[in-house]
């Protein structure tokens, strides 16, 4: 499948992936919290992302460190993003996977990014780094596997 994107500056696939961030039709759900404190920090011509937040206690478990779940939904959510930003229509995760390697306390500052692997007519493959922005570390690394059903993307 060819990029169906237009090619546009880095200033545009900001502002475009910014308006997926504050767009009404993704503020509901578990993903509402999250968005808010997402920001994007850049975006290539492949639609491989980079973005950042600050772990708060809403999103952390008893321990205070970032929840599991929570980086499951990272993963999910900002690997979805580099999807939309290729213009690839609505699809559905098949499968995803988080390797969790060491904690992200609430306060740390963390970095995602995602990385376009593979795309073809009816699948797609995206990988996500989350790191700690100070150090460096990895935190947690995902796989998002995502069946291609069609349509598009109406924000």
Known sequence: M??????????????????????????SGHQKHLLRT????????DWNIVL??????????PMGN???????????????????????????SRNL?????RPAPSGCKIQIETEVVSISKRMT???CTIRDAETKKIIAIG?????ILGGSHKL
């Open 2 to 27: 060819s990029d169906s994107s237009p090619k546009s500056s880095d200033a545009d696939k900001i502002a475009y992936l910014t308006s997926i961030l504050t767009s009404p039709l993704m503020s």
């Open 52 to 61: 950042e937040m600050e772990v708060d206690d809403e999103l952390c478990n």
């Open 66 to 92: 970032l929840h599991g779940g929570a980086m499951a939904l990272i993963v999910d959510v900002c690997t979805s993003f580099s999807g939309m930003g290729r213009g690839i229509g609505i699809a559905v």
């Open 125 to 127: 493959l995206y990988r």
């Open 97 to 101: 996977s988080v390797s969790y390697l």
């Open 143 to 147: 796989e998002h596997d995502k069946a």
């Open 38 to 45: 997402l920001k994007a920090v850049s975006v290539d011509d």
